[in-house]
Structure formats: C-alpha cells, structure tokens
C-alpha cells in the first residue's frame, strides 16, 4: 500500500450507514478502527440520523452518519480500506441499495475532482441525498462540492423522514 509522505496529509470525507443487524455498532466500530489507524484521524464525526430507505423502498430504515477524517492514504487505499473494514463487519453485496450491516463511501478527498473507474470524487451521487447533506452538513456545511457549498446542497434536498437518532457527536466512542 503505498502511503503520502507526512506532509501531504488530507482531508476527507466518508459517509456511513447501514440498515441490518446492529449498523449502529458496526458504524461505531468502523469510525474507531480508522481512527486507530497510523495513517487516519478522525477530525469529526455528526450526529446519527434515522433515515427512510433509499432507492429500494421497502426495507429497514437506515441510521446513516458523516465523518472528517484526516489521512495520509491515497485516495483509491483509503477506498480500500474503507471496503476491508466492510467486509469485517459482514457486509455482503448481494443487491443494490439493499440492506447491509455497513456502507462506508468516500464522499470527498480534499479537492480532487475525478472519474476513475473504482472511485468517482467527489461521490456522484451526494448532492442528490438528504441523508448524506444532512449528517454531512453537520460537520462540514461550508466544503465546497461542485462549486456550491454542502449548506446550499442541504437546501434542494429530500430530508423528509429524516430524524436525529442520537445528537451527540461523540455517539460513535461508545456505541
């Protein structure tokens, strides 16, 4: 795996959810496991939310949450080891938008902008969800996501059902 030299720190953001078994608890897990890491800091971390499924309706509702992180990975290892800590929280992909115990997603990497194959940044999608904006909102409304900042994205989205679970930011160091 390669790692950036100590001075190329970045700043990132991922997002976090999951509707099946304890997503909670596995979200929690994960946050902490990254923040152990050598090569990753969690900066901040918003409060939990409750959330309507989305795109495939009839299931569970979701808890869904954004983190800052502060890392040293390039972009695609950071993906990579957001996809390992999935894959040891049980996540299967077994059906688009489905239920899963855990989803971690890059949402942003400090201002790259790119349309890789294996990771789209800033996330092709977020600007279209208020359970993203939302939480993500929380910790970062004036980062600048093509060219218009969360806060304004947050105010064209979907947030209907949309509820704060636990409004504590630090829900994840115990959960």
Not at 36 to 54: E, I, K, M, Q
Request: glycine share 8%; proline share 7%.
């Amino acid at each position: 795996m390669s790692i950036l030299p100590e001075a190329a720190l970045q700043s990132a953001t991922l997002g976090l959810g999951g509707n099946f078994g304890d997503p909670v608890k596995a979200m929690a897990a994960a946050l902490r496991e990254l923040d152990g890491r050598d090569d990753c800091r969690v900066s901040a971390v918003s409060r939990l939310y409750r959330t309507p499924p989305w795109g495939k309706t009839d299931q569970s509702f979701f808890f869904n949450a954004c983190a800052a992180i502060e890392t040293r990975l390039p972009p695609e290892a950071l993906l990579d080891v957001c996809l390992s800590i999935e894959r040891e929280m049980k996540r299967e992909r077994i059906e688009r938008w489905g239920p899963r115990t855990l989803d971690i997603d890059v949402l942003t990497y400090g201002d790259v902008v790119q349309q890789a194959p294996r990771l789209e940044l800033p996330h092709p999608r977020m600007t279209d969800r208020g359970f993203v904006l939302m939480p993500l909102a929380d910790i970062a409304p004036g980062l600048l996501v093509g060219g218009r900042p969360v806060s304004g994205w947050l105010l064209d989205a979907d947030v209907t059902g949309i509820e704060v679970a636990d409004d504590r930011g630090d829900w994840w160091r115990s959960a």
